[in-house]
């Protein structure tokens, strides 16, 4: 077995080009360092040093150790920092991206808990509509809706949220109760802008049927909050996240149109720039995620998903 000690020394005398120098930069006598070149060696059933009484020559065998020995002790030396970042405690500031609707709908109902727990870590909380370059903008840590595009993002499913077609009531007493999904296109249709800037179409499933709508949205809102508001205020029809319409349709505030018919589910990701090893305060905020957002928890709470018609 290769002793990693032995190998650290081989490294300190291929550098130095001496015994007794490396001896003395490592502390050790130079009859140590001697044993163990020899005893490495030994292991490798090969010589690594020219050795006279005026110089330390490497042989080409060590030449190529000696090339990739540096890097493995490296990348050693990271594991054992990594590994020991294990039982440091999370501190510094922490860079989180996310988009609006979720940071104030519910990173603010879950970042207390997380602070109180970690009163080392200070919170650079950023919130926008589109999806931020974290790696261009140095973001540690990002919670994204919707499908991840191909790219060397590290990606953590966190959940699903559900969605639902939805009116309140005074737009239905107005322009009428859509009984069919194709009714649909003769109503006010409210809708975010694709990544285009032009509009989405919409898809509902039912059982094996699909339905695609190509939506022509009578108002167009770059931001999912103002859509729930209009929606909520009568102004038409929209796709709302359970979080935010199941309290509201409970309440009778909302009705769920068409329940037989399902709008695609959104996945929430934890994602990180690359593979990179985490930091502390990272990995305690991806643990903290998953913990706080259990189903039945918070936005993961849908009372709706649990009792809507089979489509079976």
């Known amino acids: 077995m290769l002793d990693l000690n032995a190998l650290r020394v081989f490294e300190k005398v291929a550098t130095m080009k001496s015994f007794s120098g490396a001896g003395k930069l490592l502390g050790l006598p130079k009859s140590s360092v001697s044993r163990l070149i020899s005893k490495l060696e030994i292991n490798l059933a090969t010589r690594l040093f020219h050795r006279t009484t005026r110089e330390v020559v490497l042989t080409a065998a060590g030449e190529a150790l000696f090339e990739r020995c540096g890097e493995i002790l490296l990348n050693l030396a990271k594991a054992i920092d990594y590994v020991g970042?294990?039982?440091?405690?999370?501190?510094?500031?922490?860079?989180?991206?996310?988009?609006?609707g979720?940071?104030?709908?519910?990173?603010?109902?879950?970042?207390?808990?997380?602070?109180?727990r970690y009163p080392k870590v200070?919170?650079?909380?950023?919130?926008?509509?589109?999806?931020t370059d974290i790696v261009g903008e140095a973001v540690d840590i990002a919670i994204r809706l919707g499908p991840m595009p191909n790219s060397a993002l590290v990606a953590t499913k966190l959940g699903t949220i559900h969605r639902y077609l939805c009116a309140a009531p005074s737009y239905l007493a107005r322009r009428g109760t859509p009984q069919t999904i194709s009714a649909l296109a003769g109503h006010d249709l409210l809708d975010k802008p694709g990544s285009d800037g032009r509009a989405r179409p919409w898809t509902f499933t039912c059982g094996g049927e699909?339905?695609?709508?190509?939506?022509?949205?009578?108002v167009c809102v770059n931001e999912v909050l103002t859509i729930h508001r209009l929606v909520s205020n009568g102004a038409g029809i929209g796709v709302l996240s359970g979080y935010l319409c199941a309290p509201e349709i409970a309440s009778g505030r909302l009705v769920h149109l068409l329940p037989q018919w399902k709008a695609p589910p959104v996945e929430v990701c934890i994602v990180f720039p690359s593979k990179r090893e985490l930091a502390p305060a990272v990995r305690a905020?991806?643990?903290?995620?998953?913990?706080?957002?259990?189903?039945?928890?918070?936005?993961?709470?849908?009372?709706?998903?649990?009792?809507?018609?089979?489509?079976?």
């Open 122 to 131: 200070d919170v650079a909380l950023e919130l926008d509509t589109r999806a």
């Open 285 to 312: 905020f991806a643990d903290y995620l998953k913990e706080v957002s259990l189903p039945g928890t918070l936005w993961r709470e849908d009372p709706i998903a649990g009792r809507e018609p089979s489509t079976s």
């Open 102 to 116: 979720f940071g104030i709908n519910i990173l603010s109902e879950q970042l207390p808990g997380f602070l109180e």
């Open 210 to 218: 699909i339905f695609k709508l190509e939506a022509k949205p009578r």
């Open 85 to 100: 970042s294990f039982a440091a405690e999370p501190s510094g500031v922490l860079k989180i991206s996310t988009d609006i």
